[in-house]
């Protein structure tokens, strides 16, 4: 477990502090310790069901969507408990922005689908402008260029989810959170869209949950390993938890937990 | 090729089977096509019957207001005009009410358990009789309402729809007990189309920092739009061809005014008051009233599919 005292650690943007997050009665994830360093890609990987979609969502606030889940402990962003109650989700999300696992271009053109977010975000610049810019960063641009104004609905999956995440480049976040954001996709989408990440850590912070391992150690620089335990006071749920959060080379080469060695062989997920 | 036809011959769905699916189909067929020869049937037989009518009065009895069966001379003026200022303006209330109130149920603001009671209970106003609901508003509605119809004319008289004098029975009774009926249609349709706009959308909007507000009216209602509009089309239907209730409130009047607070018609009650003792070129001229209406339904129609067409959004 990493607890660090946050002002010896210039370069967190977000910190996890004793994160427990409950769906109603049961307890997904249970005593979260976390740090995420600005201009990084992380990964969480983890079997199913060890709560790593469920802390994603948590740190933008998106959890409030759904009814009754309920989270403790502090997520400071920028040194600000995200969940104080003065602060405003819509706020966090603009400055979070996510990427969801199906790709969800909204029924508009492809031109709207980017001005859409950045006008209700107040964008007064050059919408043109933006419109390029993002779908460029998103390595997006070439394909699309000549067909702004068709429904971003005809493009193919992996361009839609490439849509997707030029939309949330448009509003400017400081952080990009991508759950999944392959695992819809063939892999030859999947390969733009990790080159598009890895074009991206110049400017932003990524945090990204994966079920595929290589690409975890592809993309990423750190590596959260998640993990589910049954409840020691013997209910019949599994409770997730933070395993092992280290360099995404020490997780994979050398990692210190015996279930992170027999999750990333294999053994178990 | 021998053992190959065995594949066949094995088959034993290939003798009465078959036939029955044949059977079957062309059942089917047979049946589906009524719904397409009784509605050309009707269409049919009110044109050739309304013909008489429509060759001795033309358009004018489009825009005439005489009703006189005993000098012969018909003009549906008034019918047509109660007819379009009844169902539309019932439209005008009942949309933003319907569909609100389908937001409010589809949306989390209040616990599950307090929307379920209130979705089922405007549901449950669709199961009122609507003679029973022309009764309620005879006895309740109508005194219940009368110093507002007052207020209306006494500040704003200078508007033609306030006009006159409140009457007992008038047009806008009449609107407002259609609102009664169209609320539940509007409602339930609106209701089941926004829950299915697909939760991906919302995610999407909340994902971009769009509020809750932005989100409904950007994303969710253009999304839902087209079903919406289906239920709107449906409330509309309603509205002209309602009978009963209207009948009763609207107080059956073939004087033209554009006054709401004073007696009507529709083209309905009209028909309804009128075809017991007609007779001669005055069922021709009700069916040629009754014409009428089936175009105005059929252009309001046309013009709301092509006004979905052109603002819904497609996922």
Redesign the interface.
Known sequence: MIKTNKKTQKNIILSLENVSISYGTFEAVRNVFCNFKKGNITSLIGPSGCGKSTVLRSL?R?ND?I?NCSLKGTVLFDGTNIYDKRVDP??V???I????Q?P?????SIYENIA??AR??GFAGDMDELVESSLRKAALWDECKDKLND?G?SLSGGQQQRL?IA??IA?EPEIILMDEPCSALDPISTLKIEETMHELKKNYTIIIVTHNMQQALRVSDMTAFFNAIEYEDGDSGKVGYLAEFSSTKKIFNSPKEKTTQEYISGKFG | MEEKLTLFKNRKRFGIEKNIDIIFKNTALVLSSFVAIILLGIILVVFFQSFESFSRYGLKFLVTSEWNPVKDEYGAFTAIYGTLVTSFLSLLITIPLGVGTAIFITE?FVP?VVREIIGSFVELLAAIPSVVLGLWAIFVMEPFFRAFFVFLHNFFGWIPLFSTEPTSRNSLLAILILVVMLLPIVTSIARDSLNQV?K????????????RW?TIF??IL??ALSGIMAGVLLALGRAMGETMAVTMIIGNSNAFSWSLLSPGYTISSMLANQFGEADGSQVSSLFYAAFVLMILSLVVNIFAQWLVKKFS???
């Open positions: 933008n998106m969507l009814p819509i706020e999300r603009r400055r922005g996510m990427v969801f199906q969800n271009p909204f029924p508009k859409f977010g209700i975000n429904s609905y997707c939309r949330t509003i | 989390d599950k697909p991906k959308l919302r995610n999407a909007a909340y994902g971009i920092g769009a509020s932005k950007s994303v253009p999304a959004l497609k996922y």
